[in-house]
């Protein structure tokens, strides 16, 4: 920490834009130059979220952070965890208005939740709502709880979604710390570390209890330093924005000059690859041919056009064939396209089959379904892409792979 502040105090001598807060007396600031620096920055937040204009119009900001509906806050958390906020604008009113209140998805089957996820990705996340909902229902008399510890409790919610519902929707002193308000932090304080290295984790959970303890309003200012992380202070290769930037005085980055080598970048394990299969099969009546993946691993539960997986090369045409008693129409496949996940790059390989002459042929695997009726099914982006496209039901296909924020 001493550290940092001596960094703090090189870039003042500099010359660069003051961090203490001169026009108060000596007597009113605080003595610890950390604190000064979070008082300095929940201030400058808070009138920067507060001001026309600075942050965007989200649909579940129609209440001051503070203020909101937890059951709100948990759904958009959990829609915002790996997908950008610009799907999640019309999803989240979707979503909210099919399960309204926590009892109203905790009522709903799993598959019926999945659905209305369907395109999102990451669909872990949907499958731990629908828990955490039940356990709310369950545990908590349908009342999402107020305090973190209950909150961690539950499934899906980690310190990050616990400390947001807290703030944002009971106005509690608790920290957040995402990848967005990691950034923001690292530069504010010049320290040149990877956003989830371990021990920068640390520091970052400390730095965010000082900025949090320092707020006269604790949901304004998290929300604020989300958003001053997705829309100004960007990560690189974009510039960040700091000429509308409300810490920029502030920011031992800035005056260095190393915001864009701030957060340092952590070398990433290679991801795994797999080989599917997918047999596209489509029957006279225009009928498609899929089947439900077993529960746990990749795309639990999720529906697909029937395919053939292999951790080391893909199923040959005549495998394809054996396994799912279809034939095959052509030697090669109609489609490659490598599908990139967390943890797995999955190389697709679409075939296409021939039916059998009977009207309702028993399939092997599988069961026939109206494509009118597959946006009705929970399918990955990879299955969509597919199946949609079979289907001719292009325009029904929303952007494909959801972005991180
Ligand atoms: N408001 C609530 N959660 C948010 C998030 N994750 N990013 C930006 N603004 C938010």
Redesign the pocket.
């Known amino acids: 920490m001493a550290a940092e502040s001596g960094k703090i105090a090189r870039s003042n001598d500099r010359g660069s834009p003051r961090r203490t807060t001169s026009a108060r007396s000596a007597r009113q600031r605080p003595v610890d130059p950390q604190a000064a620096v979070a008082v300095e920055s929940a201030r400058a937040l808070q009138a920067w979220f507060n001001t026309p204009g600075n942050a965007r119009a989200?649909p579940?900001?129609d209440r001051p952070?503070g203020e909101r509906d937890a059951y709100v806050?948990l759904v958009?958390?959990a829609m915002?965890q790996q997908t950008q906020?610009s799907r999640i604008a019309d999803r989240l009113p979707k979503f909210l208005a099919r399960f309204p209140t926590v009892s109203r998805l905790a009522a709903a089957s799993q598959d019926d939740v999945l659905a209305e996820w369907s395109g999102l990705g990451y669909y872990r996340r949907a499958r731990n709502l629908h828990a955490a909902a039940r356990m709310v229902v369950d545990s908590h008399g349908g009342e999402l709880p107020n305090d973190v510890e209950s909150l961690r409790s539950l499934p899906g919610v980690g310190r990050y979604t616990a400390g947001?519902i807290a703030s944002?929707a009971f106005d509690k002193h608790e920290p957040i710390v995402?990848g967005?308000v990691a950034r923001v932090l690292l530069r504010l304080h010049g320290k040149k570390a990877a956003s989830d290295d371990r021990a920068a984790q640390a520091w970052l959970w400390e730095q965010s209890t000082n900025l949090v303890r320092a707020a006269k309003r604790p949901g304004v200012v998290n929300?604020a330093i989300?958003?001053l992380g997705?829309t100004v202070c960007l990560p690189a290769p974009a510039a960040p924005r700091c000429e509308r930037c409300p810490l920029a005085s502030l920011c031992v980055a800035r005056a260095q000059g190393t915001t864009a080598r701030i957060p340092t970048v952590k070398s990433r394990s290679a991801r795994k690859a797999l080989y599917a299969s997918t047999l596209l099969v489509r029957r006279r009546d225009g009928a498609l041919l899929v089947e439900q993946r077993p529960g746990g691993g990749m795309w639990s539960c999720m529906w697909q056009a029937v395919t053939v997986e292999r951790h080391d090369r893909h199923a040959t045409a005549h495998e394809l064939s054996v396994e799912t008693g279809t034939r095959i129409a052509a030697d090669t496949p109609d489609e490659r396209f490598i599908h990139r996940t967390t943890h797995r790059d999955v190389h697709f390989e679409v075939w296409t089959g021939v039916p059998g002459r009977a009207k309702s042929p028993r399939p092997r695997r599988g069961e026939w379904v109206d494509p009118r009726r597959l946006s009705e099914l929970a399918l990955s982006n990879a299955q969509r892409r597919i199946l949609f496209r079979d289907a001719g039901l292009f325009h029904e296909l929303g952007p494909l792979s959801p972005r991180p924020?």
Do not use: K, S
Request: charged share 35%; proline share 0%; glycine share 0%.
């Open positions: 989200l579940w900001r952070a806050v958009a958390e915002l906020v947001a944002l995402d967005n929300e989300m958003e997705a924020r």
